[in-house]
């Protein structure tokens, strides 16, 4: 009996993958990189990502349906399986692969911990500030409108995303919104 547990899925693990792929499609608009100049290196896109992830997994958490929680977790799981893959693909050892993927999460959630304050406090400011030091790796300065452009954005495809139904993104389905100048 225990055997078929290994080929059951989890919970929501397809809708994990595709909402993570929906926010890294999000993520590389090229407004990003030629618009605002954020960096486009592995750091520049994984900040982009882990950006318009934190927002969807904010926007799940906020959710009173558990299920919310549940596909957070899914959205999460996906991300960070992403990342194992990439590492791999890009020719990292199997023996740094977890130290790394344990690096990229705590990075992750550090980002998510500095940006969910001001989007709860609605503080365009405080958020400017957190984008720049971890986007631009504190070489914008937060009063840069770069970041500011930023800051905007994040609060628009925040209320974008807790604008859409439970129901939707339990499909598999999120809009995220095209940023603009």
Same mark, same amino acid.
Do not use: C
């Given at each position: 009996m225990a055997l078929f547990g290994l080929f059951r899925r989890k919970p929501h693990e397809r809708q994990g993958f595709e909402l993570y792929a929906t926010a890294v499609r999000a993520a590389r608009h090229?407004? &990003?990189?030629?618009?605002?100049?954020?960096?486009?290196?592995?750091?520049?896109? &994984?900040?982009?990502?882990?950006?318009?992830?934190?927002?969807?997994?904010?926007?799940?958490?906020?959710? +009173?349906?558990?299920?919310?929680?549940?596909?957070?977790? +899914?959205?999460?799981? +996906?991300? &960070?399986?992403?990342?194992?893959?990439?590492?791999?693909?890009?020719?990292?050892?199997?023996?740094?692969?977890?130290?790394?993927?344990?690096?990229m999460w705590e990075a992750f959630h550090g980002r998510a911990l500095a940006y969910e304050a001001p989007l709860a406090a609605g503080d365009r400011g405080a958020l400017a500030e957190a984008l720049a030091r971890n986007v631009w790796r504190g070489t914008v300065p937060a009063t840069d409108p770069a970041a500011g452009q930023l800051a905007d954005f994040a609060f628009t495809a925040d209320a974008a995303l807790a604008a859409q139904p439970l129901e939707a993104l339990l499909a598999g389905k999120a809009r995220f919104p095209e940023p603009v100048a």
């Amino acid at each position: 009996m225990a055997l078929f547990g290994l080929f059951r899925r989890k919970p929501h693990e397809r809708q994990g993958f595709e909402l993570y792929a929906t926010a890294v499609r999000a993520a590389r608009h090229p407004f &990003f990189f030629s618009t605002l100049g954020v960096p486009d290196t592995l750091d520049g896109r &994984f900040d982009l990502v882990g950006l318009q992830v934190a927002l969807l997994i904010r926007r799940l958490h906020r959710d +009173a349906d558990p299920r919310g929680a549940a596909l957070a977790q +899914a959205v999460f799981d +996906a991300m &960070f399986a992403d990342m194992d893959t990439n590492l791999r693909e890009m020719g990292v050892g199997d023996m740094s692969i977890a130290k790394r993927v344990k690096n990229m999460w705590e990075a992750f959630h550090g980002r998510a911990l500095a940006y969910e304050a001001p989007l709860a406090a609605g503080d365009r400011g405080a958020l400017a500030e957190a984008l720049a030091r971890n986007v631009w790796r504190g070489t914008v300065p937060a009063t840069d409108p770069a970041a500011g452009q930023l800051a905007d954005f994040a609060f628009t495809a925040d209320a974008a995303l807790a604008a859409q139904p439970l129901e939707a993104l339990l499909a598999g389905k999120a809009r995220f919104p095209e940023p603009v100048a």
